[in-house]
Structures are given as structure tokens and as C-alpha cells.
């Protein structure tokens, strides 16, 4: 069993994927900045508390809200915003049931995010590393699961297929060898750098164009008395 002290949250991966530099600045050094889309999620994440719409939900089952998730062998830990626990399709269609495994209902992990429905890998694997820790702590496959799309009020099915199982368990080892280590990656300007809420912080233009600023700066700070360059 892992120590608790080894244990890594689910929703690092989220940030792994969106930003290498961003999920070591937030996860290991502790620098973390809110602004309106963190601040957005902060308060989708808190409406899964309140009594869910009719559009929020779907399927059947047993429903519940934030799950306390563990995985021992990919050391992870986390919370689920909702976990449904649906009829197994043996129930649903009258089939002759086989064995116990297939009257267990089956989990299906959801997600709730602050914007339109759309796809993401960083918001796929980190339902799917919930959807590992419920196979580890129940003893059941669950191939398939979700994300709540609060802006557009829409549901986006996942399914949990072998690809984005391997993408997910090379984000999990990714996080530990970066969390581990003492360097913290360099900046890679992108456009979604613009919504990112260590912008100010992280400063990718100056880091990216560290030459230019140097020269920049050299130029700006040059006294008479120096020689001229040659
Ligand atoms: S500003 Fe860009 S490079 Fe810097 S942490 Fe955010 S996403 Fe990463």
C-alpha cells in the first residue's frame, strides 16, 4: 500500500496537460494565482453541492457527490465531483444473470467543468484516472464516464478505450517524475497561455525572448563611460 505522503492529486493531471510549467509552479511550488476562469470553476465546482437539474442528470441508478478516490498502484488520489452507479445491462435487459461481478452496478465518474461543451484531453484523463482508482477500490470495470459542461448545460461522454487508458497511466508517471524533481520546466508560449491564471507570474515572453530582453536591458542601462561596441 502507498504512503499517504506518495499520494498525488487526480487533478494535477488536468494541469500536466495543459502546462507542464504550470502544474510544477502550482503542485510543487505552490504558486497559484486565481482569475475569472479559476475563479468560474471554483463556482461550478461548488453548484455539484446543490440539488442537481433533470439536464444535469441522466441514466439510473444510485447517484453520489464528491467520492473520495484512491489508487495505491498509480499513487493517486482525489475526489469525484459525482460518481452514477448504474444498473448493470443484465438488469436492464432480463438477461439471466452469470455471476456476482455482473450484478454489481457499474460506475460512471463525472466531471464537472465551468465552460462550453467541448473536448479536451487534460479534462478525458483526469476522468479517467478517477474511472482507474473506482476499477482499483471496487473491483469493477467502468468504461465510461463524463464531463457536465456548466455553460452550455451539456453532458460529454467519455469512453475509457485502451488509447486514452495508455495516454493516462503516461500522464500519471509524467506527474510523478516532474513532482519529484527540482527543476521547474520552461515556459511554451501558446495562445492558451492568455487565459492562464500564472500569466503575470510565469511572464513566457520575456523567458522565451530572454535574449532579446537581456540586449533590451543591456542597451537601456549603458552609461557614457562604457566603450563603444564594436
Ligand atoms: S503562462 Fe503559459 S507557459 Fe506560463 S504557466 Fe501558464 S500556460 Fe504555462
Not at 438477461?95 to 456476482?100: S, Y
Not at 452496478?105 to 461543451?117: A, D, F, L, N, S
Amino acid at each position: 500500500m502507498a504512503s499517504d505522503d506518495d499520494l498525488l492529486p487526480i487533478r494535477a493531471l488536468n494541469d500536466l496537460l495543459f502546462c507542464e510549467r504550470r502544474c510544477v509552479l502550482h503542485h510543487r511550488e505552490k504558486v497559484w494565482v486565481e482569475n475569472r476562469y479559476t475563479l468560474e470553476g471554483t463556482a461550478a465546482h461548488r453548484k455539484v453541492h446543490a440539488e442537481p437539474t433533470d439536464e444535469e442528470l441522466g441514466g439510473a441508478g444510485r447517484r453520489s457527490r464528491n467520492v473520495w478516490l484512491r489508487s495505491d498502484r498509480l499513487k493517486l488520489v482525489g475526489v469525484a465531483d459525482l460518481v452514477e452507479f448504474r444498473n448493470p445491462p443484465s438488469l436492464d435487459d432480463s438477461r439471466p444473470l452469470l455471476n456476482d461481478a455482473e450484478q454489481q452496478p457499474v460506475p460512471y465518474p463525472i466531471e464537472y467543468k465551468r465552460g462550453q461543451r467541448r473536448r479536451w484531453d487534460n479534462d478525458d484523463v483526469q476522468v479517467c484516472a478517477q474511472a482507474l482508482c473506482l476499477e482499483e477500490m471496487l473491483g469493477v470495470g467502468v468504461p465510461s464516464g463524463g464531463v457536465f459542461h456548466f455553460k452550455s448545460r451539456r453532458r460529454r461522454e467519455i469512453q475509457f478505450d485502451a488509447k486514452l487508458r495508455a495516454l493516462t497511466e503516461q500522464a500519471v508517471a509524467r506527474l510523478h517524475e516532474l513532482l519529484a524533481g527540482d527543476t521547474v520546466p520552461a515556459p511554451i508560449k501558446k495562445p492558451r497561455c492568455r487565459g492562464c491564471s500564472l500569466y503575470e507570474l510565469c511572464l513566457p515572453e520575456v523567458i522565451v525572448q530572454r535574449d532579446r530582453y537581456a540586449n533590451y536591458l543591456r542597451q537601456l542601462y549603458k552609461t557614457d563611460t562604457e566603450p563603444p561596441s564594436t
